[in-house]
């Protein structure tokens, strides 16, 4: 890889440490699931798509990374990170669901790793012109993060239609929001616009949660929910500047405490 880190830009070191510390530790926020999946030899449910989502991301921002070859070494770092952990992530869960989600846990991740991920890579490689393929690549990276930045849509949707956060971590969500804010200001100050510009969008979802928290954080589930039902859980673990990681399912209704599993402190 040409170049590393260039020195030119000391602040976008600086940012990509910080995203780099922020990310790892929204990568290990699942962590507290898989042991209660390990611990119960249950998935109790969880989807398997957000990690096989997020695992892509990571892989496609590696490439992206290496077909930059300057300044990105700290997009390097942190998606290889994250591709050893969601790879982990999804070995756990082939192990312990049902016959019916490893099927389609296989069938997903066959087609998005490596069927649309080989294909992305030859239409780069082979397809583009050397001078149009970083821009080529660049913007493929950012239509997929804005279309997985969408998913805290049905989230903040279901917080104003039952008045709770009982299912939405504001640990989770300010931590997301600092990540988008730290990824933007790396790709602000490296100049990589393909990194900066999804970060806006990923500012505005999480503040957004963090105001409906302070809105709604003292009202209770509603009893139709909350007895016997299941509450939708759709969380966007922004894994980095683009690398994102949308979680979504369904979780038993439970305290406050136990959603807290999910924080990242």
Same mark, same amino acid.
């Given at each position: 890889m040409a170049g590393g880190l260039s020195l030119e830009h000391p602040w976008a070191f600086t940012f990509g440490i910080l995203g780099n510390v922020i990310s790892f530790m929204v990568y290990l926020a699942p962590l507290t699931t898989f042991y209660r999946v390990y611990k119960k030899k249950s998935t109790e449910g969880f989807q398997s798509l957000p990690y096989v989502v997020a695992l892509f991301s990571s892989m496609l921002w590696i490439f992206y990374a290496f077909i930059k070859g300057h300044d990105a070494l700290l997009l390097i770092t942190i998606n290889s990170f994250g591709c050893v952990v969601e790879t982990i992530y999804i070995i756990v869960y082939l192990i312990y669901a049902p016959k019916k989600a490893r099927v389609h846990t296989i069938k997903m991740f066959s087609l998005l790793n490596f069927g649309l991920f080989s294909l992305i890579v030859l239409c780069t490689l082979l397809v583009s012109k050397a001078s149009l393929r970083l821009k080529v690549l660049g913007w493929i990276c950012v239509a997929f993060s804005v279309s997985v930045f969408a998913a805290p849509l049905s989230i903040i949707r279901l917080v104003i239609r039952t008045k709770s956060v009982e299912f939405m971590p504001f640990s989770l969500s300010f931590f997301l929001t600092l990540s988008a804010v730290v990824w933007f200001s790396f790709g602000l /100050?490296?100049?990589?616009?393909?990194?900066?510009?999804?970060?806006?969008?990923? /500012?505005? /979802?999480?503040?957004?949660?963090?105001?409906?928290?302070?809105?709604f954080k003292d009202t209770k589930v509603p009893a139709n929910l909350a007895e016997g039902n299941k509450l939708p859980e759709n969380m966007l673990e922004i894994s980095k500047l683009g690398p994102c990681e949308p979680v979504h399912g369904d979780v038993e209704a439970k305290p406050q405490a136990t959603n807290n599993e999910m924080s990242l402190v």
């Open positions: /100050f490296s100049k990589d616009i393909y990194v900066a510009l999804p970060n806006i969008l990923g /500012f505005i /979802f999480g503040a957004v949660q963090m105001v409906l928290y302070i809105i």
